[in-house]
């Protein structure tokens, strides 16, 4: 039973350039929160997809934007990336809607901007 | 985040030693997790507390849940290399399918 996946794992991208990370959930799982973790600090939460809708969003601007598919798995996206973009980008998944509280974590992707 | 707060930050153990990491909320908790992350890597699901006074182990790692001071703490018995890294908390501050917000998290050294 594959745990949640996501890709790329590295990637370095120049300021003002756009990225799409990607994430497949957990199987059965049909919930996908993403989590910004900057270095030496928690995860904070960018959103949640659940129904193919943004269902809750944090505190970060319309840069970040996201998309859940009819298969449950998602894509962030950020736009004209800054230097403070760089992070470890986490994508969580749960199951029946996050109501259970099940939340388990991918491996991440590093994102490098110069 | 401050509606989080773990400590120590920072923890060196000889192996062997017993050790206890708090996870502290400013506000009421629904539901406490705990991970375990190696160096850049993700996030591993060790235990999911939800009701007060509850207590789960898993192998030499036991967690509780103090709902009255919305606190937590992990006990690791008898350390051992493998237990290295850092443990994060992470706490739901509503019921439902509300987003879970982490501490800064407690980095754990075992010398052998």
């Known amino acids: 039973d594959a745990g949640v996946t996501q890709s790329p794992t590295h990637l370095i991208k120049t300021r003002g350039q756009q990225v799409t990370l990607r994430c497949s959930p957990k199987?059965?799982?049909?919930?996908v929160s993403w989590y910004q973790q900057a270095l030496g600090q928690g995860p904070q939460f960018i959103f949640q997809y659940y129904e193919e809708e943004e269902r809750q969003r944090g505190n970060f601007p319309d840069r970040f934007s996201g998309h859940q598919f009819p298969n449950y798995s998602s894509e962030l996206n950020v736009n004209a990336l800054l230097l403070g973009d760089s992070a470890l980008y986490l994508c969580?998944?749960?199951?029946?809607?996050?109501?259970?509280?099940?939340?388990?974590f991918g491996e991440g992707s590093r994102l490098t901007v110069l | 985040s401050q509606e989080l707060e773990q400590s120590p930050q920072s923890l060196i153990v000889q192996e062997g030693k017993n050790l206890t990491i708090n996870c502290t909320s400013s506000?009421?908790?629904?539901?406490l997790y705990w991970y375990k992350q190696k160096y850049g890597e993700g996030l591993i699901f060790l235990m999911m507390?939800?009701?007060?006074?509850e207590e789960k182990s898993h192998e030499k790692i036991t967690a509780k849940l103090d709902e009255k001071k919305q606190q937590s703490s992990l006990h690791i018995t008898a350390s051992q290399p493998s237990h290295a890294g850092i443990y994060l908390c992470?706490?739901?501050?509503?019921?439902?399918?509300?987003?879970?917000?982490f501490g800064t998290g407690t980095k754990l050294q075992v010398i052998p």
């Open positions: 969580a998944s749960s199951p029946t809607g996050g109501a259970t509280g099940e939340l388990f």
């Open positions: 507390l939800q009701k007060g006074g």
């Open positions: 199987s059965g799982h049909d919930t």
């Open positions: 992470g706490a739901r501050h509503s019921g439902g399918y509300q987003k879970v917000t």
């Open positions: 506000k009421t908790l629904y539901g």
